[in-house]
């Protein structure tokens, strides 16, 4: 089982945990609905989609309501502190969170008490909050953009607000501060950089890259970053596939169900989420008979 944390934008949402279903432009969880957007909204309805396609389970939400105040993600945090060696996971992916970096080191002394340790993804709030701890070599991915790479990068920089301006985060310094985020022991073992090019590294440098189909518009518009982190969460583990072949695809799948989408800037991140069962049939479809994918031809 895959689990997703994080926050949705409304204040008066409570703490909820539960199975997730997609339907149209809305995520249900515990009798509630979430319209689908940026966000953790975005990366669950990519999770859900693909391993509906996959026909490799479901994933559970621990979702609540934060607008920037933290009271929803401190309720959040003490839940996940008192409840998480309750849960068997195969990974345990951390989204939109009030960075804190005392929460995040019981969250992570309570993954060390679950029943196996899922592997751990870790993206926006809570990767601040794990670089900030010090204790980003613990997670197996991160997915950081580029000025969230620059932020890792720096080590001096207790938040992004104050990563030192000499870090420039364009594209031709990417791998330069995928090399200084290592060094200094703020990343993961291993980093998917979203951007202009996707790129998965690790200590080592880049491993492979992404560039195409190139679509204009994802950049533009909010949640196609959650996306791809949503379809690395559904993935890694799937059907056989190694955290390097399931974060190459995922990137792929994600441009290509962009591309299929005709995107623009006006576009909804919903419209990017309904393409994804042709785009994992384009791009795994030419290894489903190593991989044992279930994929079926989409209407």
């Known amino acids: 089982m895959r689990a997703i ?3 949705v934008p409304f204040e008066d949402f409570p703490l909820t945990v539960g199975k997730v279903s997609l339907s149209g432009q809305d995520l249900h969880i515990g009798g509630r609905t979430v319209p689908v957007n940026r966000g953790t909204p975005a990366l669950l309805a990519a999770t859900v989609r693909a391993l509906e396609v996959l026909g490799n389970g479901k994933v559970t939400g621990f979702l609540v309501g934060d607008i920037g105040l933290g009271k929803g993600s401190r309720r ?10 309750g849960y068997d996971l195969e990974s345990l992916t951390f989204h939109y969170l009030q960075p804190d970096v005392d929460w995040h080191n019981r969250v992570l002394f309570a993954v060390e ?5 899922p592997l751990l993804i870790a993206d926006a709030g809570f990767m601040y909050a794990a670089k900030m701890s010090g204790s980003a070599a613990e997670y197996d991915l991160f997915t950081p953009d ?7 990068a720096d080590e001096a920089a207790p938040h992004p607000f104050y990563t030192r ?3 420039l985060h364009d594209e031709n310094k990417i791998p330069d501060l995928i090399q200084r985020a290592y060094s200094h022991k703020n990343a993961a073992r291993h980093l998917l950089v ?33 996306t791809l982190t949503g379809l690395a969460a559904a993935l890694i583990g799937s059907n056989g596939l190694s955290l390097t072949e399931a974060t190459i695809a995922a990137a792929k799948i994600n441009r290509e169900a962009g591309a299929l989408a005709d995107l623009t ?21 030419a290894v489903s008979q190593r991989c ?3 994929i079926e031809k989409t209407r």
Do not use: C, H, W
């Open 265 to 285: 800037p006006a576009s909804q991140v919903a419209d990017l989420v309904r393409r994804l069962p042709q785009a994992m049939e384009k791009v795994l479809g």
């Open 194 to 226: 979203k951007g202009e090019i996707d790129r998965l590294a690790n200590r080592s440098g880049i491993l492979e890259s992404v560039d195409g189909p190139s679509v204009d518009a994802m950049e533009a518009m909010g949640g196609t970053g959650d």
């Open 113 to 117: 008490e679950m029943p196996r340790r």
């Open 292 to 294: 044992g994918f279930p």
């Open 5 to 7: 944390v994080g926050t």
């Open 146 to 152: 580029a000025g969230e790479l620059a932020f890792l």
């Open 76 to 85: 959040l945090y003490e839940m996940l502190v008192r409840d998480l060696d």
């Open 165 to 167: 301006g000499f870090i």
